[in-house]
């Protein structure tokens, strides 16, 4: 119920709606981590049309993915102030079933789109992605179990190696490195996200973390899970080919994701729970650029590879 002045609720969603259920900025990322992989795996050269198909069909079923999870969640949507509002709690887009088709049908696009006019790795690799967050992680662990947000994170790897299948038709080693980093980056993002929401995730009964009524053991296992990201970075620099500037890069940008987070082993406070996850976003986009950079440097032959 509004008070004096507050314009009512609109019943049938426009535009704006239906581009929040396809969730921008995390398709956004996905498609950049695709890219990534994409450049990772063909340091030599870049083949256009290719690196093209793979964003529109990579964000195609992104796209999809998030338009199923918001059907999916619309009832645990509306019992959390962070999502409440969102178009299908807040019966904006009605009826819901309406953005359920569109999922589908977005979903086999780009799945479909990139097994025929990529290849069928490519394909079975977003595939992959999408089924993990939509099956796996939303159906069936998210309310169940607190070992959602660690098997869900695959959802994010898919994509680089989307990426490498796009480029040279395989998962090369270097890419099967990035994807394990950007794996082991999701746990520490989400749960730093947990910890800022506590209340939030409480109340609406979500398991998402491992021990949500012992806060200080779910903030060491935040720091400890920060400071994998410091070998899988190695890892990736061994299985390359990554050049000493991005080494370097890379190291600096997990470094300072242990140092954001350590204060988490004897703090749960909101603020400091705040610096890791707003710390987070930005380290994988530092990720990303670092590879592209990598790419850039190996191909002007100004720096080897390790």
Same mark, same amino acid.
């Given at each position: 119920?509004?008070?004096?002045? /507050?314009?009512?609720?609109?019943?049938?969603?426009?535009? *704006?709606?239906?581009?929040?259920?396809?969730?921008?900025?995390?398709?956004?990322?996905?498609?950049?981590?695709?890219?990534?992989?994409?450049?990772?795996?063909?340091?030599?050269?870049?083949?256009?049309? *290719?690196?093209?198909?793979?964003?529109?069909?990579?964000?195609?079923?992104?796209?999809?993915?998030?338009?199923?999870?918001?059907?999916? %969640?619309? %009832?645990?949507?509306?019992?959390?102030?962070?999502?409440?509002? *969102?178009?299908?709690?807040?019966?904006?887009? %009605?009826?819901?079933?309406?953005?359920?088709?569109?999922?589908?049908?977005?979903?086999?696009?780009?799945?479909?789109?990139?097994?025929?006019?990529?290849?069928?790795? /490519?394909?079975?690799?977003?595939?992959?992605?999408?089924?993990?967050?939509?099956?796996?992680?939303?159906?069936?662990?998210?309310?169940?179990?607190?070992?959602?947000?660690?098997?869900?994170?695959?959802?994010?790897?898919?994509?680089?190696?989307?990426?490498?299948?796009?480029?040279?038709?395989?998962?090369?080693?270097?890419?099967?490195?990035?994807?394990?980093?950007?794996?082991?980056?999701?746990?520490?993002?989400?749960?730093?996200?947990?910890?800022?929401?506590?209340?939030?995730?409480?109340?609406?009964?979500?398991?998402?973390?491992?021990r949500m009524d012992d806060l200080q053991?779910?903030?060491?296992?935040?720091?400890?899970?920060?400071?994998?990201?410091?070998?899988?970075?190695?890892?990736?620099?061994?299985?390359?080919?990554?050049?000493?500037?991005?080494?370097?890069?890379?190291?600096?940008?997990?470094?300072?994701?242990?140092?954001?987070s350590a204060p988490l082993w004897r703090?749960?406070? *909101?603020?400091?729970?705040?610096?890791?996850?707003?710390?987070?976003?930005?380290?994988?986009?530092?990720?990303?650029?670092?590879?592209?950079?990598?790419?850039?440097?190996?191909?002007?032959?100004?720096?080897p590879g390790l």
């Open positions: 119920m509004g008070g004096e002045g /507050t314009a009512p609720a609109e019943v049938t969603g426009g535009w *704006r709606d239906y581009a929040t259920l396809a969730k921008p900025g995390i398709t956004g990322l996905i498609v950049l981590v695709a890219v990534a992989g994409f450049f990772l795996a063909s340091p030599a050269a870049i083949q256009p049309v *290719r690196l093209l198909l793979l964003v529109l069909t990579g964000a195609s079923a992104s796209a999809g993915a998030a338009m199923l999870n918001h059907y999916l %969640d619309r %009832d645990l949507d509306a019992t959390m102030r962070r999502t409440r509002s *969102r178009p299908l709690p807040s019966a904006r887009i %009605d009826p819901s079933s309406r953005v359920a088709l569109l999922g589908l049908f977005f979903s086999a696009l780009g799945v479909g789109g990139a097994t025929i006019l990529l290849n069928p790795l /490519t394909g079975f690799s977003i595939l992959l992605g999408g089924l993990t967050y939509v099956v796996v992680y939303t159906a069936w662990l998210k309310r169940r179990s607190s070992w959602n947000i660690v098997v869900g994170g695959f959802a994010g790897s898919a994509p680089a190696l989307a990426g490498s299948a796009a480029a040279v038709g395989s998962w090369t080693p270097g890419v099967l490195a990035l994807a394990l980093l950007v794996f082991l980056w999701t746990p520490p993002h989400f749960w730093s996200l947990a910890l800022l929401l506590k209340d939030d995730y409480r109340a609406a009964g979500l398991p998402m973390l491992p053991y779910s903030g060491r296992v935040v720091v400890v899970s920060a400071a994998l990201l410091l070998p899988a970075t190695l890892l990736l620099a061994f299985l390359g080919p990554v050049t000493w500037p991005v080494l370097l890069a890379l190291v600096a940008l997990s470094a300072g994701f242990i140092l954001v703090s749960t406070e *909101r603020a400091v729970a705040r610096r890791g996850f707003i710390y987070s976003g930005p380290y994988l986009l530092g990720v990303i650029v670092a590879v592209a950079a990598n790419w850039a440097l190996l191909a002007a032959g100004t720096h």
